[in-house]
């Protein structure tokens, strides 16, 4: 199996290229400055420069791109919308690191996490510019892709447990009310996609 990490250098794709890499799977590491993985492979050149040849014949595509700064936000849909174009018609498949904020809390999928009271209002403009590329991503039946996003808790610095629990559309807590996943787990559970999973043109969600 062949796969490619874009911004392979932020801390969730280097964990996603990590766990993939562990297994055996031959991955090419695409970032705007030197490899910085465990990669096999590299790629150094910005996502927006990327074309069709340089996605070409990979098994999948993982977009870990990520912005945060208010000026920045825009280019949530615009780098989704690129690499969009690199794979249209192409049986590669783009797997998203998500948001959890455009998760539904009522199974009408009228209400997302956050349009309920309690969520921080720092973080809405970044889950309105991820919510709406969403938006664009689910028109797109020319693409293979499939959104993970993860729990409301999503830790940097949480443990390896080697263990998650996948869901939809829906956020979903454990027993005791939480929602939350380390950047690790997400990376096995982005990587068990990748290599097994079968949710095209779906959003999926996972959490401990």
């Given at each position: 199996?062949r796969?490619?990490?874009?911004?392979?250098?932020?801390?969730?794709?280097?964990?996603?290229?990590?766990?993939?890499?562990?297994?055996?799977?031959?991955?090419?590491?695409?970032?705007?400055?030197?490899?910085?993985?465990?990669?096999?492979?590299?790629?150094?050149?910005?996502?927006?420069?990327?074309?069709?040849?340089?996605?070409?014949?990979?098994?999948?595509?993982?977009?870990?791109?990520?912005?945060?700064?208010?000026?920045?936000?825009?280019?949530?849909?615009?780098?989704?919308?690129h690499?969009?174009?690199?794979?249209?018609?192409?049986?590669?498949r783009?797997?998203?690191?998500?948001?959890?904020?455009?998760?539904?809390?009522?199974?009408?999928?009228?209400t997302?996490?956050?349009?309920?009271?309690?969520?921080?209002?720092?973080?809405?403009?970044?889950?309105?510019?991820?919510?709406?590329?969403?938006?664009?991503?689910?028109?797109?039946?020319?693409?293979?892709?499939?959104?993970?996003?993860?729990?409301?808790?999503?830790?940097?610095d949480?443990?390896?447990?080697?263990?998650?629990?996948?869901?939809?559309?829906?956020?979903?807590?454990?027993?005791?009310?939480?929602?939350?996943?380390s950047?690790?787990?997400?990376?096995?559970?982005?990587?068990?996609?990748?290599?097994?999973?079968?949710?095209?043109?779906?959003?999926?969600?996972?959490?401990?």
């Amino acid at each position: 199996m062949r796969i490619a990490v874009v911004c392979a250098n932020g801390r969730v794709g280097s964990l996603i290229v990590k766990e993939a890499v562990s297994r055996g799977i031959d991955v090419t590491a695409i970032a705007r400055d030197a490899n910085k993985t465990v990669a096999q492979h590299s790629i150094e050149k910005d996502l927006f420069g990327l074309s069709k040849e340089d996605l070409a014949g990979y098994d999948a595509v993982i977009d870990a791109f990520g912005a945060w700064a208010p000026e920045t936000l825009h280019l949530h849909g615009e780098s989704l919308a690129h690499l969009c174009g690199c794979l249209s018609g192409s049986q590669t498949r783009l797997l998203v690191v998500g948001g959890a904020g455009s998760l539904y809390v009522d199974s009408e999928h009228t209400t997302q996490v956050a349009e309920t009271p309690g969520f921080p209002d720092e973080f809405k403009p970044l889950a309105k510019a991820m919510g709406e590329a969403l938006d664009e991503l689910r028109k797109r039946s020319d693409v293979r892709w499939t959104y993970l996003s993860p729990a409301g808790n999503f830790q940097a610095d949480g443990p390896r447990t080697g263990s998650y629990v996948l869901a939809g559309e829906e956020f979903t807590t454990d027993e005791n009310g939480a929602s939350a996943i380390s950047y690790a787990d997400y990376a096995i559970a982005m990587t068990d996609e990748a290599e097994h999973g079968d949710h095209v043109q779906e959003r999926i969600s996972v959490r401990w």
